[in-house]
């Protein structure tokens, strides 16, 4: 990092100390810090996971990014990295991953899929988008994605991490408990059931309330 | 294995009266077996008339005749067409038909899918459990009166998209806002969930508890996967282990299943050709191939000679870029991480680049069309292609070739372990490279030619020892023959049109069955379409190489070591949007 990036201005640093001596924020260095090494869980789900693959490889090359070190452990990932997609029976597994990460963690939903069901969108096993169930930060569209626009949502990444400060992040945040990090995890009964929605699911199966909404 | 005894005019019928009659369906083939003579047809064919290898069984669904059918199809390894033999059972629940595992053990897991997506008991199989949704899912999804949460119509074009243009969202659509549906009256506080795992523990326990030299030692339950860096993405495998030494295992999968076959049978016949690529995401070319020639089959349509050529070009460069892959991904799994992969990722950019060039897209080619294909090489593609061909790939083979055969690691890794025998390959549906491998010289480019392969010189590699390092020489083998295919193909490429016709969106596919299959990299890739005339198939079945391929994946296991279970899924070479579809 240079000198003008990691300087706050504002301070006037003598020419002959500027060699040694920096003076910045401990938010401007800290995000520094992370967003030139974020690990990506070694995770893929569908086709998507393949162009993903190809980012890593020779041609594309994240390790440019500092995000080449794919982790086979979610305890030791940054990055929650949906290639690809998010189905019924595999869902409760990805939430589970997602709990189990440390904070500050990323999610990105590259691909159609991920994003929003894709192509499958209508088969009943298809989690219409991984945003029901987990908060993403960054959308990559394309089914697949090239390797480049991967990249191009990656760089989108770092920017939001330039942009955070450590008070106001969530999973420092005491006060504003009710947007937890933790995501119940969902599951498989007949269909899959959201355990946040338990409430509402009951009330919209009750036999009175089915014949409303036909009528409407 | 056994030799055909009879010639092809074989009557069944005469053979086994009253109990067999012909499909005399208009458009379809074969035979109507009644379901108790089944076990004893299927000896038959197996044993006198040398059908050893049970390709495909499926089900289909003929509602209007309030009937259930399970269709089965069975070629020779000595190669020749195949017998389509078909068992009816009338659609009142419980549906049961005798199973066919005592036979072909290669039936297991496709019976099972046939029971948890139509509710066909198969009678003495010996784990009918569900395979691709989970135990305790509501109703039977394939079949046709069961619909879907974000159901909207039972054929596409939608009249909400087209012609009237008034488009809602999914969500808004159904009541629950979300792409699931319950029962009236459900309450998921009083739902008590009974473990969807109970079934497959319980189908494993028998072997938990054993004593040797009368030392009463407990056996481990081990789950790898889904997720998990040696899985190929999001497979799972329950192991039983006495050690290091694996006892039993179960293949458990679904975790990809999105039911292409499903919103197939609502696609008009060319929507299916861009799902058709999401399959075996690696190469696509060669699966529109397979689903192209089914539909080209139904329509009696030609294709002409240039898009042949093409065809076969693009499939052989898919086919090399497949294995390319695979030989770095094994190395993966044998632990020399990702350095090799990174050699296979060169040469396939290479090759992606002349699949953008063609098709526009690098994965997703979407580049067949019925009678042809979507548009021709575009200039200098041709250069790029002979470029490759003729100097760096040949070079690029041999230098793993170099790098690897003799490696001693690599042979101690691989020698003589998860040996498969030609009976058993057989016997499990093996098809592709591990079957050749087993030294059985099966491959369907020359047991029954499709397109042109009729025309080319080129040898079906085989090898004889049937463990994991035959699989690799194998492979290493058969990019060399490819190559040597690419030299004929592109010396004979000639001009003129590539589809016959003009291109249309919407062909029209007279009633009938029909089943394309082609040796896909790895192994046969068939799809079974049914049409009734209308603009949609009425039955869309893909039988996909890496979901067969891994019946016999607990029989390759079992006894040897856990860490050599990683190299031996990684030797399959699956890929999960085959496997679950
Ligand atoms: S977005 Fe497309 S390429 Fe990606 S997982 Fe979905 S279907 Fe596959």
Same mark, same amino acid.
């Given at each position: ?38 690990? @990506? ?122 942009? $955070? ?49 036909? =009528?409407? | ?62 509602? @209007? ?60 199989? @010996? ?26 119509? #039972?054929?596409? @074009? ?5 012609? =009237? ?17 319950? #029962? ?12 969807? =795992? ?47 030494? +694996? ?14 076959? &499903? ?57 090399? $870029? ?66 490759? +061909? ?15 055969? =003799? ?53 079906? +590699? ?43 969106? $919407? ?14 990299? &790895? ?59």
């Amino acid at each position: 990092m240079s000198n003008e990036e990691l300087n706050s201005p504002g301070y006037e640093i003598p020419p002959e100390l500027q060699g040694q001596v920096a003076v910045t924020t401990f938010d401007r260095i800290y995000n520094w810090g992370r967003r030139s090494s974020v690990w @990506p869980m070694m995770f893929g789900l569908a086709c998507c996971a393949i162009e993903m693959i190809a980012a890593q490889a020779s041609r594309y090359d994240m390790a440019r990014f500092g995000m080449e070190v794919m982790r086979p452990s979610p305890r030791q990932s940054d990055l929650l990295l949906v290639s690809g997609t998010v189905t019924k029976k595999m869902v409760p597994v990805i939430v589970r991953l997602y709990n189990q990460m440390p904070e500050p963690k990323y999610v990105v939903a590259m691909g159609a899929c991920a994003s929003g069901g894709g192509p499958f969108k209508e088969g009943y096993n298809v989690v219409a988008g991984i945003d029901k169930f987990l908060p993403v930060d960054v959308y990559i569209p394309g089914c697949p994605p090239t390797p480049q626009a991967l990249v191009a949502g990656m760089i989108k990444l770092q920017e939001k991490i330039d942009k $955070q400060s450590i008070k106001q992040v969530r999973w420092y945040d005491r006060k504003n408990k009710a947007d937890s990090v933790y995501v119940p995890v969902p599951v498989l009964g007949p269909d899959l059931i959201d355990l946040r929605r338990v409430d509402e699911l009951k009330e919209l199966a009750a036999p009175k309330q089915a014949e409303e909404i036909s =009528e409407a | 294995m056994a030799t055909p005894t009879l010639t092809e005019t074989l009557d069944l019928s005469a053979k086994f009266p009253g109990a067999v009659t012909a499909d005399a369906r208009p458009g379809y083939t074969g035979w109507i077996v009644e379901a108790g003579k089944l076990l004893e047809v299927a000896a038959f064919l197996r044993d006198e008339m040398g059908y050893d290898l049970l390709s495909s069984v499926t089900g289909v669904d003929y509602l @209007p005749d309030e009937k259930m059918e399970v269709v089965y199809q069975a070629y020779k390894t000595t190669g020749g067409p195949g017998i389509f033999f078909k068992v009816q059972a009338p659609r009142l629940d419980p549906i049961e038909v005798p199973s066919v595992v005592p036979i072909w053990p290669g039936a297991d897991l496709q019976e099972r899918e046939i029971w948890d997506l139509y509710g066909v008991k198969f009678t003495g199989h @010996p784990d009918l459990r569900r395979i691709l949704t989970w135990e305790g899912f509501s109703g039977h999804p394939m079949r046709k009166d069961w619909k879907e949460a974000f159901y909207e119509e #039972d054929a596409k @074009p939608f009249k909400s998209r087209w012609p =009237e243009g008034r488009i809602k969202m999914a969500e808004e659509r159904n009541p629950f806002g979300d792409n699931v549906t319950f #029962d009236e009256g459900f309450d998921p506080e009083k739902w008590t969930s009974n473990d969807p =795992e109970e079934a497959l523990y319980t189908s494993l326990k028998k072997y938990t508890a054993e004593t040797s030299d009368g030392i009463k030692t407990d056996h481990i339950l081990v789950n790898m996967g889904p997720q998990h860096p040696s899985t190929h993405g999001v497979f799972r495998a329950v192991v039983i282990l006495d050690g290091e030494t +694996v006892v039993s295992l179960k293949p458990v999968m679904g975790y990809l299943h999105r039911n292409h076959e &499903k919103i197939g049978e609502r696609n008009t016949f060319l929507q299916n050709m861009p799902y058709t690529d999401r399959l075996d995401y690696f190469n696509s070319m060669s699966n529109n191939w397979g689903y192209a020639l089914a539909v080209e089959k139904l329509m009696g349509v030609a294709v002409p000679e240039r898009a042949e050529y093409i065809r076969v070009i693009m499939a052989e460069l898919s086919r090399i $870029q497949n294995h390319l892959i695979w030989t770095g991904m094994m190395l993966n799994d044998l632990g020399a991480y990702f350095t090799p992969a990174l050699y296979a990722f060169e040469e396939r950019e290479l090759i992606l680049d002349i699949f953008e060039a063609v098709a526009g897209s690098r994965m997703m080619c979407n580049y067949f069309r019925f009678g042809g294909l979507a548009r021709d090489l575009p200039e200098g593609t041709l250069e790029k292609i002979k470029d490759l +061909v003729f100097d760096r790939l040949a070079a690029k083979v041999d230098e793993f070739d170099r790098l690897l055969t =003799e490696n001693e690691i690599l042979v101690a890794r691989l020698k003589g372990i998860s040996k498969l025998s030609p009976e058993d390959a057989v016997a499990y549906s093996m098809t592709g490279p591990v079957l050749r491998a087993a030294g059985v010289p099966y491959d369907i480019r020359r047991a029954e030619p499709y397109g042109i392969y009729d025309r080319f010189d080129f040898d079906v +590699v085989t090898q004889t020892d049937g463990d994991m390092y035959a699989r690799y020489l194998v492979r290493l083998e058969e990019m060399r023959q490819s190559l040597r295919i690419l030299r004929q193909a592109i010396a004979g490429l000639p001009e003129g049109p590539i589809i016959t016709g003009k291109p249309q969106y $919407q062909v029209r596919v007279p009633a009938g069955e029909a089943y394309g299959r082609i040796e896909a990299p &790895k192994g046969e890739l068939g799809y079974y379409v049914i049409s009734n005339g209308k603009p949609n198939p009425w039955r869309y079945h893909v039988r996909a190489p890496s979901f067969i391929n891994l019946t016999a994946l607990e029989k390759m296991c079992v006894g040897g070591k856990i860490a050599d279970f990683v190299a031996i899924l990684g030797t399959i070479d699956i890929v999960l949007g085959e496997l679950d579809r």
